[in-house]
């Protein structure tokens, strides 16, 4: 099994909503990321769970809360976005070797995001 | 800082065509590097990783080839299929063993 699930596939939240989008992979994985793409740009990193614990923060606003509560969950709230954050969020996984995060990296489907 | 780019942006070939896509990075201190497609508004799909002491690997029609020292890797398509439509990125992890994108190639195969 080398799939990563989220959820919502799609979901539609006005700027004072409070929401959540939820990633789940059971590779065994132990570091997981959110990443946000826009049209026609390259995914880019937010942030990097190692063992369950936040170890990259790209300078994320704090409107985009991650939380890791075991080794296969990882959710990212959302409170107060803007327009400009609709976009399509991945979550992906890879295998840690004693802290070296260098393996292969699988991305799920994908959370489409609009904020009215 | 590491950059990645990725030549031709867009590429039209027709079925059964062989083609070449091209990646080129700035750093040559490299983990390894990782071939993805990516179908319109949805995740990506890992086609093959490189580590940086490799210098191919292939599956089914698809071969990639990495040349550190000269920062590039090219990724070859056998016999072309209407399927094989997507846009294909390049990502290479580095530096604090962080990854880096390069902004694709948007590849169609026309029956």
């Known amino acids: 099994d080398t799939e990563v699930t989220q959820t919502p596939k799609h979901l539609v939240m006005g700027m004072t909503n409070k929401k959540s989008l939820k990633c789940e992979q059971h590779?065994?994985?132990?570091?997981m990321y959110w990443y946000k793409q826009k049209a026609k740009k390259p995914p880019e990193l937010m942030f990097v769970?190692?063992?369950?614990?936040?170890?990259i923060n790209e300078s994320v606003p704090s409107r985009f809360s991650p939380e890791c509560p075991n080794s296969s969950l990882l959710n990212l709230h959302l409170h107060a976005l803007q327009p400009e954050d609709s976009a399509l969020y991945l979550c992906?996984?890879?295998?840690?070797?004693?802290?070296?995060?260098?393996?292969?990296?699988?991305f799920g489907e994908g959370s489409r995001l609009t904020v009215l | 800082k590491q950059e990645v780019t990725q030549i031709p942006a867009a590429l039209s070939v027709p079925e059964g065509e062989n083609l070449v896509l091209n990646c080129s990075f700035t750093d040559s201190a490299i983990y390894n590097l990782q071939w993805f497609r990516q179908d319109p508004g949805k995740g990506l799909t890992s086609l093959l990783l490189?580590?940086?002491?490799?210098r191919e690997q292939t599956s089914g029609r698809l071969n990639a080839s990495l040349d550190k020292s000269s920062g590039r890797s090219t990724l070859y398509i056998a016999a072309s299929q209407p399927g094989d439509s997507a846009t294909y990125l390049c990502?290479?992890?580095?530096?604090?063993?962080?990854?880096?994108f390069g902004i694709g190639t948007k590849l169609q195969v026309i029956p």
């Open positions: 990502a290479v992890r580095g530096g604090y063993q962080k990854v880096t």
């Open positions: 490189i580590q940086s002491s490799q």
């Open positions: 992906a996984s890879s295998q840690l070797n004693n802290w070296a995060n260098t393996g292969e990296l699988f």
């Open positions: 590779m065994g994985h132990r570091a």
């Open positions: 769970y190692s063992y369950e614990k936040l170890s």
